[in-house]
């Protein structure tokens, strides 16, 4: 059964800035209402800032009273803003960061400030150091950190703080399209980087932590948040730890955790249960990078934004929707986490299902968290559980091509010789409600294909009685209209019309209307984690999955999973860089659907 | 009945469209044209054989549909040959020279035009067949993308012109020209088109002419019009009613070129092929349609025929108008000519009569600009000193039915605005309960979906959609969904004149316009026409590359539209 939550009590400002909301939550930390608002105040002062910024041509705004300028935020991002900036073709410049700190030294009435300490554990691993750190730079480079934060990394190895510092000093890199003062920044940020070292399950280790933060924090509100970096079997000891002895006295304390949460429907459950023994709901946010992806984010815009498409997004004008995840890598050598978990829990059960319950649910009562994710739960439990007959899994084998020798996966030596893991799958989902009845949600994932890219297609019905039935030729399939959204890479949409070639004769194609967003947007699309982090620092929950919502996927792909482990069944194998198993193709055909991303365009 | 099929394309691309690429040309008679002509996919763009030029071939298969076995006339063998002869009357004017003989060379090159085939010019003035030639050349050109063997074609296109001098009212001239036609017809099925490239006055006197000394007498004769067609509703009606004296609805072709644009022609592809825009095609979600035609120049110096009529009669009642009935009438039962003309006649029935409130009508006036004057439309010598002729109007027009019931169809049309251009603008109604309302700031009319098919120039499709811009905070803005057809067709597109002719020879009456619909078309217009002229009302003025009259943005207003051409810098 999904746990019900009670919803966030309305936040001080107006419900539809989502981003400019505070991110107090009186649940959470019930002490700093009042005073960490205020930071927010600030932060949507900054924010409303970066919008005024592009009017101004960039010019510095004098500090305003934050209160003031909060409620006028709403209204400073008019069109006529965007399209000024537009027409010159130049995208905002975000403000530079004196101009940000003459923002936060404003005058705030209580005296005391807000800082916030972000606490990597499990600093040293890879994920920590590819992503986390640069994001976290990437946002205090653009000036998206409060005035005042700390970072500390957390693990066992022993480290300096100089150390951590020439680490994570390695993987920073500034945006290509704003290298000013890129080597300053740089030194800056690192200058509040911090190590300690500990065993992730020993309190007295994160007691040291606490005293550590404080002395950083100073007399300031603080705010606290942790970043789980690490396997999820220690998740629980670190998730105590923390909250026993290392939250903020003051200031609300967050987790962010990271995919696998469980194996199953009850490993999931177990977790959760023990996180809760912890923390509150609205304390845990599970980070699915996926939902911080550019165009996931534009989903709802493209739906609820726009009046064209609201009145095709039905089973009435939609044939099938098919999301598409392929890798053109294999494990090369780190199979290990990959062999227990498989495909289908590492992207299907959480990225890919993420996307269509954010494409399919119905239109939320408002742009909160809480609204959306009430949507998205419902379209999860509306689905039908899947079934083994509408699933295929492959595993790639070994292949040479052009002198090249690429590994199978049971060559990886960190898996297994017989490993069954399916590193490809492709399912057949439905989605029982008055909407999508009877429309196949085709899921494909796959490592070692021949492309990689991630995108959604939606294929529209065919023309009823159509009149040009006849320039199509025999394959009607083709002739349908398709919208497709590309996530990665090059991201794009492009909806498939059929045109007339112009000439005299009377001959119809296919044509794109395009938006690629390259050519549209010069500005470099921001990493998802950096949108995650942000949103986690601000409080925003959209983009994160809430425990009923995580039981609800649990329930749609555990009976499939155990079924599969169970009966042992033998994934087909495919080449290495070849299309994936034939399989899918028969899987798709069950359902009259045709693979798009096979199609002749590629 | 009699088809004979002339040649066949056949293509060594394999095209998902259709297998069968043979296309049935000519028919002997106007029926059998009729009833063979419902599958529009016959026609394509040239695939040459390898040698480049069409290969004869006979087939009477037609898209798996056994034909029925045709009755060959006696004489007849296979071999009889068909011919086509084009008789351009008014060939030393301006259009002749500029258009008409250029697309059928056009057509010629491409290999649209049969194996034989004569064009003959027409007019009063004394030239040789050398003369006539040596005009046309300077004129034709060859495509862009296909020079190849260009001067040998041109050359053996030339060979193919004569010129015969007659009075327009002589019909003994015409049987000249009809003893000479046959000279070249040698005996083939002889069809006729002849194209009348004069002035509305001696329409009426070529037709009759022509038809009764020099129309074919064993294959087709048809008659090409071009505007004015009457002046209103009366005058038109007895124009027709003269041709029809001579004529019969069949053989009369009145040729709209708007309707031969390329973009026009995809108008209805647009609506039926595709899924995602029908449902979209009403009241229910198309907040108002805008038609807008821009002309950067004046009259200069050519105001004489301009002036008689006005730009509402010589742009909006019958290109505006028509574009109007094609987007928003019914499905056709089929995409045969005489289905969608019927679907456009009850659009245009439908229609609300135009009423002066509802038009604002405006006359360039001159203007300088960085040094350099522009003249007033009265500056022009052609021109009566206190001429009140609009070269501007813009008019909302309403359909009153189920479908389109309370939408403004917005037209506007002028000369010396501040730029060339025709479009068709779709603007979508407000998203209902909008989650994102506050992003749009207070203007939600310019974040409404937006829907713009330009015809010319730099011909495009693109709808405008409200998008997130990348980047960490929620900011919407409007994007494009583009098709650009330089980008995705690099070939040239036909002028709109090739269609036209080559539509006519073929007999597809689809892009020509019926009396039922010139007649419907009329009486929206002419109650007003009337009215402007009686009650005298002075055109707005404006300058001369301005935007035009400012009263256009209160017709537009009064209705709660923007004009879309106006604030958008794409």
């Not at chain 1, 955790?257 to 490993?267: L, T």
């Not at chain 1, 909160?368 to 739960?377: G, M, S, T």
């Not at chain 1, 395009?514 to 549209?520: C, D, E, F």
């Not at chain 2, 987007?327 to 000519?337: C, N």
Request: with cysteine.
């Amino acid at each position: 059964m999904a746990v019900s939550f009670p919803k966030c009590p309305s936040s001080p400002l107006p419900p539809l800035q989502t981003r400019n909301r505070a991110w107090s939550s009186p649940l959470s930390a019930p002490v700093q209402v009042g005073d960490s608002s205020k930071w927010a105040l600030l932060e949507a002062t900054k924010r409303c800032h970066l919008c005024v910024s592009a009017t101004n041509g960039g010019s510095a705004v004098a500090p305003v009273e934050p209160s003031k300028k909060v409620q006028d935020s709403g209204t400073k991002t008019t069109p006529t803003d965007h399209s000024t900036k537009v027409e010159n073709g130049i995208r905002p410049t975000v403000f530079s960061s004196n101009e940000f700190q003459d923002l936060k030294t404003g005058p705030d009435n209580s005296g005391r400030e807000s800082t916030v300490s972000i606490t990597v554990v499990g600093a040293s691993g890879d994920l920590a150091k590819k992503k986390i750190f640069p994001a976290l730079f990437a946002l205090y480079y653009e000036g998206f950190l409060p005035k005042h934060f700390t970072i500390f990394g957390y693990a066992r190895s022993k480290m300096t703080d100089s150390e951590l510092r020439e680490m994570v000093s390695r993987t920073l890199n500034c945006r290509i399209d704003q290298r000013e003062n890129c080597d300053a920044k740089m030194e800056e940020f690192l200058k509040r980087c911090f190590y300690h070292s500990g065993q992730y399950d020993s309190e007295a280790h994160f007691v040291e932590l606490d005293k550590k933060l404080k002395q950083h924090e100073g007399s300031r509100i603080s705010n606290r948040l942790y970043y789980l970096s690490i396997p999820p079997n220690i998740f629980l000891d670190v998730v105590k730890c923390t909250s026993l002895a290392a939250s903020s006295e003051n200031g609300w304390t967050r987790v962010i955790v990271e995919k696998p949460f469980g194996r199953d429907a009850e490993s999931s459950a177990a977790l959760t249960r023990g996180l809760k023994q912890y923390l509150h709901e609205d304390q845990i946010f599970r980070i699915d990078h996926y939902l911080g992806k550019e165009l996931v984010e534009n989903l709802s815009v493209l739906r609820f934004s726009n009046l064209v498409f609201e009145p095709l997004w039905s089973r009435q004008y939609i044939r099938n929707v098919q999301i598409i995840f392929s890798e053109d890598f294999g494990t090369e050598g780190r199979g290990g986490y990959f062999d227990s978990y498989g495909i289908i829990r590492d992207i299907m059960q959480n990225h890919l299902l993420q996307i269509v319950a954010l494409f399919a649910m119905e239109t939320p009562t408002s742009l909160e968290a809480e609204d959306i994710r009430n949507e998205k739960v419902k379209v999860l439990r509306s689905m039908k559980t899947l079934e083994i007959d509408d699933v295929v899994i492959g595993q790639y084998k070994s292949h040479t091509r052009g002198g090249v020798v690429y590994p199978g996966y049971t060559d990886d030596k960190t898996v297994p010789n017989d490993s069954l893991t399916p590193t490809f799958a492709a399912a057949a989902l439905f989605i029982n409600n008055a909407r999508w009845d009877g429309v196949p949600f085709l899921m494909k994932a796959g490592k070692a294909l021949h492309t990689k890219r991630a995108e959604i297609r939606v294929q529209f019905r065919h023309v009823p009685g159509n009149l040009y039935k006849k320039c199509f030729g025999t394959d009607l399939d083709r002739a349908t209209n398709e919208l497709v959204i590309r996530v990665q890479p090059d991201e794009a949409i492009y909806l498939k019309i059929n045109n007339k070639i112009p000439g005299l004769g009377m001959r119809l194609d296919r044509s794109n209307l395009n938006l690629h967003y390259a050519v549209r947007y010069s500005k470099e699309i921001p990493c998802a984690y950096e949108r995650l982090l942000l949103d986690a620092i601000e409080g925003e929950r959209r983009l994160f999955i809430r425990s009923d919502e995580l039981d609800a996927a649990w329930a749609l792909f555990t009976p499939l999973l155990k079924e599969l482990e169970e009966k042992r069944i033998a994934p087909e194998l495919y080449p290495y860089g070849s299309r994936g198993p034939v399989g899918a193709h028969y899987l798709a055909a069950k359902y009259n659907v045709r693979w798009g991303d096979l199609g002749a365009e590629h | 009945m009699t088809i004979l099929r002339f040649y066949q394309r056949p293509s060594s691309l394999s095209i998902a469209f259709s297998s069968r690429h043979e296309r049935s040309f000519s028919g002997s008679s106007e029926l059998v044209t009729l009833t063979t002509r419902r599958n529009q996919c016959w026609r394509f763009s040239p695939l040459k054989s390898s040698n480049g030029s069409p290969l004869a071939g006979a087939s009477w298969k037609d898209d798996g549909k056994e034909m029925p076995v045709p009755k060959v006339p006696d004489i007849g063998s296979q071999l009889a040959e068909n011919t086509v002869s084009i008789t351009v009357v008014g060939a030393s004017g301006d259009l002749a020279k500029k258009k008409i003989f250029p697309a059928l060379f056009a057509l010629y090159y491409e290999g649209y035009l049969p194996q034989h085939f004569t064009v003959f010019g027409y007019a009063r003035s004394k030239l040789t067949d050398e003369e006539l030639r040596h005009t046309i050349s300077t004129t034709l050109t060859c495509r862009v993308d296909k020079r190849e063997n260009c001067s040998d074609k041109m050359e053996q296109f030339l060979r193919r012109c004569f010129y015969h001098s007659g009075q327009y009212g002589s019909e003994v001239d015409f049987c000249e020209l009809d003893n000479k036609l046959k000279e070249k017809e040698d005996g083939k099925l002889a069809n006729r088109l002849f194209y009348l490239s004069i002035p509305p006055n001696i329409f009426v006197d070529v037709v009759r002419g022509a038809s009764r000394s020099a129309s074919s007498p064993n294959g087709w004769t048809r008659f090409i019009v071009e505007k004015p067609f009457g002046r209103d509703s009366e005058s038109s009606s007895e124009l027709t009613r003269c041709l029809k004296m001579y004529l019969i609805e069949e053989q009369i072709f009145r040729i709209d070129h708007y309707l031969g644009k390329e973009l026009v022609e995809n108008l209805s592809v647009l609506r039926f092929a595709n899924l995602v825009f029908e449902p979209l095609w009403s009241r229910n979600y198309i907040r108002n349609v805008q038609l807008i035609f821009s002309e950067d120049f004046g009259t200069e110096g050519r105001g004489g025929y301009f002036d008689h009529y006005g730009i509402i009669r010589d742009i909006m009642q019958n290109h505006l108008l028509q574009i109007l009935a094609l987007f928003a009438m019914e499905t056709p039962v089929s995409l045969d000519g005489e289905d969608i003309r019927n679907e456009k006649v009850k659009v245009l029935r439908s229609m609300r009569v135009l009423k002066l409130d509802d038009v604002v009508v405006g006359q360039y006036k001159g203007h300088t600009k960085g040094g350099k004057s522009f003249p007033a439309y009265t500056d022009d010598p052609t021109v009566p000193k206190g001429s009140l002729t609009p070269t501007f109007a813009a008019a909302s027009l309403f359909i009153d039915n189920a479908r389109w019931d309370g939408v403004p169809f917005l037209m506007k049309a002028g000369k010396a605005l501040h730029r060339r251009g025709a479009e068709i603008r779709v603007q979508f109604r407000h998203v209902p309960g909008n989650l994102y309302k506050r992003k749009f700031g207070t203007d939600l009319d310019k974040a409404t979906n937006e829907l713009v098919i330009r015809v010319q120039p730099n011909e495009a499709i693109y709808l405008k959609i409200n998008n997130k811009v990348p980047g960490l905070s929620m900011r919407l803005d409007s994007s494009n969904l583009n098709l650009l057809y330089s980008e995705r067709y690099p070939r040239e597109i036909p002028d709109a004149y090739e269609r036209l002719l080559l539509d006519a020879i073929e007999g597809e009456r689809r892009l020509f316009i019926r009396s039922d619909e010139l007649d419907a078309a009329w009486a929206i217009f002419s109650p007003l026409l009337r009215e402007l002229e009686e009650k005298k009302v002075v055109p707005e003025l404006y300058p001369y590359g301005s935007r035009g009259p400012v009263g256009a943005h209160y017709l537009a207003a009064k209705y709660n539209v923007r004009w879309g051409d106006l604030s958008d810098s794409s």
